[in-house]
């Protein structure tokens, strides 16, 4: 486990890292009164679990009596899966490709090949495996590696054709060397290209097989160190595969033929099969097909043997997906994939390879997915895969993340889910059923939410450091689908491809309210409902935001300084220039000179909708074409159940919908937020025939730069590497040509300065760094709610800040986090009594803030917010800055969170320079700051978020999610969490070798390798062939980590035996002490009698 050097911070001094700022009052009093709890100390950062399908997968391995599945990725990954909820990632340091992966079955361990040419043992025996060796070849490469079950020699075959042996448990290498020119036939001129398959005979170890790629197959006897038998095909080999008996073994070649040879008749092959050639009737050759990469021969006791192979499809089959084919008797089933088939492995009930394999699934390692196929039904349905491997299935544009959310929220989203699931799956259960769970000490509810690129967005539970899909939400099924006519699409849509891919998602998990923000500037406002409806009119407002100034200088200090006097917000407001939006689809489409105006992008469905239990429309809002120019991608969204308000922004201004009346209440431009106390000099526009905003998202005259915008989140054009330059957010704000709104935040506070009493507001942040104050005026809760209009007054300027405005939040006077109201979950289709339970469900719950009556030099509440460069906290009524910090100078902030921990709250910031801080609160000052990810890429900017209680994530790749916390106390109980991949199991017997076999022979014979590639017979190897790198602990250390059980089990085995031992060299000492006895005796009576009759002066 990495872990990383914590800065710690003095907690006393303020003054030099978190500037404190007094504006017109002392910030002391403030943090007297406030004691903060959080330090330094309860903060640590480190990984906890990646979730997903494996990055550009390269190999694959089973074991079959653990029954875990190890995965190698071409970035030195390796992903190891047991039982759901079972799974552990490990990454090689150098980051090169896995070429081979071979399990030490039943032993909990795995060695991996890289393409670098070195090769690591690693010790599974432990909950984080780690490196017990590694060996690094420096002349030749890597192209093979075996491990026969129940041994410790390694054969490596190299790209030259040479053959090297190491020894598992040392990691040396041995002197005895397979050379190529020894195992080719001497009259031989050309060289027979690297080792593409090695394995040894099953009913005799002593014998290997040897497979080159030019087409020759050697049978080599390790004893006498020569050749027996030699084939040759004229095709190249990309695998061999034997029979059970060990007389015969299979071929696969790259003319998409399979070559069957009996291993005494090394002339021809004794069967030629090619799976997918058309024959021809004069008897000739089948047309070659493509090759066969791989082929296993897998025999049954009661039935005909499985052939399986992938590839060898007939050329003509163009545009044909990957297939896996499946042969058996005389049928054979071609079984279509989704994604090209990097490697497969046939699952057994056998470790042993000279018994009946009796296959029962087929494991398929996909670019994509990994599938496996059960053998034992007709049809070989596909198991239904547990492991959350379906975050790519549409690319991830966004995502949140929730931790502590209501109890009763995971189970009504699985209830609706579980219907969703698909039919015809395998009845039997996941066949990789290895490992055990952790023993978790966390309880509290988590869920991750994510957005994708065809309009879907998914529910994850994500309790206890698993993750689970729990129910999917299409929303492209509001719109039309889309036609192939490409003028229509010219004419509305705004982005080159997926136009119905999430931006923005704002979600209230207590009132289960969810509003979607889509990149061709559309909303979509879901409730949850239990019950299914039909829809027969989906309801639909069209919004004009539109912007009436060009340019504009910025102040001075990039966009805030933040200790100037800052204008006293003005009570009236400007009035707002709202065009009446139609509650149904516009019919006005290109005006009479064929200039698009009222048109959106994408075409609300005028059919019936039927919506199932689960999330259900309520109002769709889309931003129209105004005036030949289209709408610009909503950059800024919150929902406020509470109040029944959706609001959104762009770079155009903001809109505020009202979603129980249907209706928009407010819709200007970002200058009109401001009034009459606008801080800017902007310049006006030059006059044009139309009301035209300036820009647009595809605007023709904007050049390469709207090129650039116009492409959807999932682009392939957009340049990989993350930008450090000052720009604003990752959402591409065009921010050197207006002002855009960058957050919001609805809460209960004070609207104006010197305000006595708290009302509902919105506060709204701006990418120039502005923070406004909106005034909601709100009817009574119930009947009164939906008849009379809610009042919305923008009312001034709250503070200024360097950098867009990424994230606001509220304390009370006691420095408690004060959440945002909202009303608690009601069944929106209830009909008679409960109905009335929904009626009363619907009182809009009161946020449980004291503010005091009397202003005597008493703060009710804390603003705190967050920019790209700076936080602050505000004190409300007054308005005053009472504490400061500059979070970055040289980089920019991407993401901030006011987050809540166990004991106290605390501002989580990203940098885009790859630093993870934490800052206290109210007084902001650090307690974490630590280089995470030194290289920040566009996917991990768009999908890092912070939640409470110290969790976080991001897309670590396209495929995968990485969790990580910068909590203390999740990292010290991180062990015990994590799952045990390694479990005792006894490893099954022998095959039985019957009484004639035993008798007459033919039985499997055993083979001392000990003996022949042991340094007393074969000496020691090339020196400079490969250098030997110790991992922290050897193979008796491995016996030694085993946590729990296992390492009792080991601890005791190993005691027995040196128990054992010790008796025997007692035994054997005590016999050479009787001997020694006996003799002295013996010698002692010989001397006696010969001094017998002897005087004492004789001698």
Same mark, same amino acid.
């Given at each position: 486990?990495?872990k990383f050097n914590i800065r710690k911070v003095l907690d006393g ?48 391995? #089973? ?64 909950r984080r495996p780690a490196i017990l060796h590694s060996l690094k ?115 696969? #070649?790259?003319d998409g033929t399979l070559t069957i040879w009996n291993i005494k ?62 042969? #058996? ?771």
């Amino acid at each position: 486990m990495k872990k990383f050097n914590i800065r710690k911070v003095l907690d006393g001094l303020k003054e030099q890292a978190s500037s404190s700022v007094s504006s017109g009052q002392s910030g002391a009093p403030e943090n007297n009164l406030m004691h903060e709890t959080l330090q330094s100390e309860n903060f640590q950062l480190c990984k906890t679990v990646r979730h997903g399908f494996p990055y550009q997968p390269s190999s694959m391995a #089973h074991d079959p009596v653990q029954k875990i599945l190890a995965i190698g990725t071409q970035s030195g990954a390796l992903r190891l899966f047991g039982r759901p909820g079972v799974e552990c990632y490990c990454q090689h340091e150098s980051g090169a490709a896995v070429i081979s992966l071979q399990f030490l079955i039943n032993e909990g361990a795995l060695v991996s090949a890289l393409a670098d040419d070195s090769v690591h043992l690693w010790n599974l025996r432990q909950r984080r495996p780690a490196i017990l060796h590694s060996l690094k070849f420096n002349r030749e490469r890597i192209t093979f590696v075996h491990l026969p079950f129940q041994s410790k020699w390694l054969y490596i075959g190299t790209e030259k054709g040479n053959i090297h042996i190491v020894n598992v448990e040392s990691f040396t290498l041995s002197g005895y060397v397979i050379m190529w020119n020894k195992a080719i036939e001497l009259s031989s001129k050309a060289h027979p290209g690297p080792v593409v398959h090695i394995s040894d005979n099953p009913m005799d170890e002593g014998k290997l097989i040897i497979g080159y790629e030019a087409g020759i197959v050697v049978l080599w006897d390790l004893k006498s160190k020569k050749a027996d038998y030699r084939y040759t095909y004229d095709e190249a080999i990309h695998s061999v595969a034997w029979h059970h008996e060990g007389k015969q073994f299979i071929c696969s #070649h790259s003319d998409g033929t399979l070559t069957i040879w009996n291993i005494k008749g090394q002339g021809k092959p004794f069967q030629t099969i090619t799976p997918h050639g058309k024959q021809p009737k004069d008897g000739k050759k089948p047309e070659p097909c493509k090759p066969i990469l791989k082929v296993e021969y897998k025999t049954t006791r009661l039935g005909d043997p499985f052939m399986i192979l992938s590839g060898g499809l007939s050329y003509d089959t163009v545009g044909r997906r990957p297939c896996l084919t499946v042969m #058996h008797g005389k049928s054979t089933a071609v079984l279509e994939m989704d994604y090209p088939i990097v490697d497969f492995l046939t699952l057994c009930e056998t470790p042993y390879s000279n018994d009946f394999q009796e296959p029962y699934a087929v494991v398929v390692l996909l670019e994509k997915d990994l599938v496996v196929i059960d053998l034992a039904q007709n049809g070989y349905p596909i198991f239904e895969n547990p492991y959350p491997l379906t975050i790519h299935e549409s690319p991830v544009t966004c995502c949140e993340y929730y931790a502590d959310c209501p109890v009763d929220l995971i189970p009504a989203l699985y209830s609706v889910g579980s219907r969703q699931k698909r039919q015809g799956y395998s009845k039997k259960e996941w066949p990789i059923s290895g490992g055990n769970w952790g023993l978790g000490t966390q309880s509290y509810p988590e869920i991750i939410i994510t957005g994708h690129a065809d309009g879907t967005v998914k529910f994850w539970d994500a309790s206890a450091i698993m993750l689970q899909v729990l129910y999917k939400l299409k929303t492209a099924k509001v719109f039309e689908k889309s036609r192939n006519n490409k003028e229509d699409k010219q004419n509305t849509e705004i982005v080159d491809e997926d136009p119905f891919a999430i931006q923005i998602m704002a979600w209230c998990p207590e009132s289960r309210m969810l509003c979607v923000a889509g990149v061709s500037a559309n909303l979509i406002i879901y409730r949850f409902s239990k019950q299914e409806i039909t829809t027969e009119v989906v309801q639909l407002l069209e919004v004009r935001l539109q912007y009436e100034v060009n340019d504009m200088e910025s102040p001075p200090e990039g966009g805030g300084g933040g200790d100037r006097d800052l204008p006293t917000p003005g009570a009236a407001s400007p009035s707002p220039q709202t065009t009446g939006p139609p509650t149904h689809p516009s019919t006005s489409s290109n005006s009479s000179d064929g200039v698009r105006d009222n048109v959106p992008c994408l075409k609300v469905r005028s059919t019936p909708l039927k919506q199932s239990s689960g999330y259900q429309v309520e109002l769709v809002v889309q931003l129209v074409w105004v005036s030949g120019e289209p709408p610009q991608q909503i950059t800024s969204l919150a929902l406020s159940s509470s109040y029944g308000l959706i609001v959104f922004g762009n770079s155009n201004g903001l809109a505020v919908v009202d979603y129980l009346q249907k209706t928009v209440l407010l819709n200007l431009g970002t200058v009109e937020l401001y009034g009459s106390n606008d801080p800017y000099q902007r310049q006006a526009r030059s006059p044009r025939k139309a009301r035209q905003p300036a820009g647009g998202l595809c605007d023709i005259n904007e050049g390469s730069a709207s090129e650039d915008r116009c492409k959807s989140p999932t682009s392939d054009h957009r340049d990989n590497s993350f930008s450090r330059s000052r720009s604003s957010s990752v959402t591409s704000i065009d921010k050197e040509a207006r002002e855009a709104i960058t957050s919001f935040h609805f809460c209960e506070t004070f609207a104006r300065k010197g305000d006595s009493a708290i009302t509902p507001c919105l506060y709204v942040g701006t990418s120039l760094g502005t923070v406004l104050a909106v005034a909601l005026n709100l009817p009574p809760a119930g009947e009164q709610r939906l008849l009379q209009p809610v009042i919305v007054l923008p009312s001034g300027t709250l503070a200024r800040l360097k950098g867009s405005i990424l994230r606001m939040a509220f304390l009370d006077n006691t420095g408690t986090f004060l959440p945002p109201a909202f009303e608690t979950w009601y069944e929106p289709n209830a009909a008679g009594a409960d109905s009335e339970e929904r009626d009363k469900a619907r009182k809009r719950r009161p946020v449980s803030v004291s503010p005091s009556t009397s202003q005597e030099l008493q703060e009710s509440q804390y603003a705190v917010v967050c920019s790209e460069k700076q936080a602050k906290v505000i004190a409300l009524p007054s308005q005053n800055c009472i504490f400061k910090h500059s979070i970055t100078e040289t980089s920019f902030v991407l993401r901030a969170d006011v987050v809540q921990m166990n004991i106290g709250n605390c501002v989580a910031c990203f940098c885009a320079n790859g630093h993870i801080m934490t800052l206290s609160l109210p007084g902001l000052r650090p307690l974490l700051d630590v280089n995470y990810l030194p290289l920040t890429d566009m996917r991990i900017a768009r999908t890092f978020c912070f939640t409470n209680l110290g969790q976080a994530m991001y897309l670590t790749s396209p495929t995968e999610i990485q969790r990580i916390t910068y909590s203390q106390e999740t990292c010290e109980n991180l062990q015990e969490m994590l799952g045990e991949l390694f479990t005792p199991v006894e490893t099954p017997e022998a095959p039985n070798r019957g009484f004639f076999k035993g008798l007459f022979g033919g039985g499997a014979t055993s083979l001392d390798r000990e003996e022949l590639f042991g340094e007393t017979q074969a000496g020691k190897a090339s020196r400079g062939l490969a250098q030997h790198i110790p991992g922290p602990q050897g193979l008796e250390g491995m016996k030694g980590a085993a946590s729990g059980v296992v390492a009792d089990l080991a601890r005791a085995r190993i005691a027995l035996d040196e128990r054992g031992q010790k008796l025997g060299e007692l035994d054997e000492r005590t016999a050479a002490m009787l001997a020694s006895a006996d003799s002295f005796g013996k010698h002692a009576h010989d001397m006696m009698l010969k001094c017998k009759d002897k005087k004492w002066y004789q001698f």
